[in-house]
C-alpha cells in the first residue's frame, strides 16, 4: 500500500532539503547530479551521471532505499552493494521518521551511501 499523499508531500519537502545541501555546484551537475524517486512506500535515492559510453544519455545509479513498513510504523533503510541487490543497513535497519533516514543517508558513517 502506498503512503498516503500528505506523507509523500512532507517526504518530498524533507528529501529536496536534503539534496538542497548534498547537490554539487550547478556547473558540476552535467557530470554528477542527485535524484529522487518515491513509488508507493519506497523511497530511492540515486546519482544521475552520463553514460561512460554515450555521455549523451543520462543513467541513474541508486545508492540508499527507504521502505515504509505500516504495520511497524517504521522505515526500513537499505544500500546496494556491488551485486546491485538492497541489503538491510545494518548499523541502523530501521528508523521512524523519514528525516532520520535522510540523516543517517548523509552522515553516512559506514561509507555505504556515498563511499
Not at 538542497?20 to 535515492?45: C, M, T, W
Not at 513498513?69 to 521512524?96: A, F, G, M, T
Request: overall charge neutral; hydrophobic content about 35%; proline content about 6%.
Amino acid at each position: 500500500m502506498a503512503i498516503s499523499e500528505f506523507e509523500t508531500k512532507r517526504c518530498e519537502r524533507e528529501i529536496e532539503k536534503f539534496l538542497d545541501l548534498k547537490r554539487p555546484p550547478a556547473h558540476v551537475r552535467s557530470q554528477l547530479d542527485f535524484g529522487y524517486r518515491i513509488d508507493n512506500q519506497s523511497i530511492e535515492l540515486f546519482e544521475i551521471r552520463p553514460e561512460w559510453n554515450n555521455p549523451e544519455n543520462k543513467m541513474e545509479i541508486p545508492f540508499a532505499k527507504a521502505t515504509y513498513v505500516k504495520k511497524e510504523k517504521l522505515w526500513k533503510i537499505y544500500w546496494q552493494r556491488q551485486d546491485l541487490k538492497w541489503h538491510s543497513y545494518k548499523p541502523v535497519p530501521s528508523v521512524k521518521y523519514v528525516e532520520e533516514f535522510l540523516s543517517i543517508v548523509s552522515e553516512d558513517a559506514n561509507a555505504c551511501f556515498f563511499g
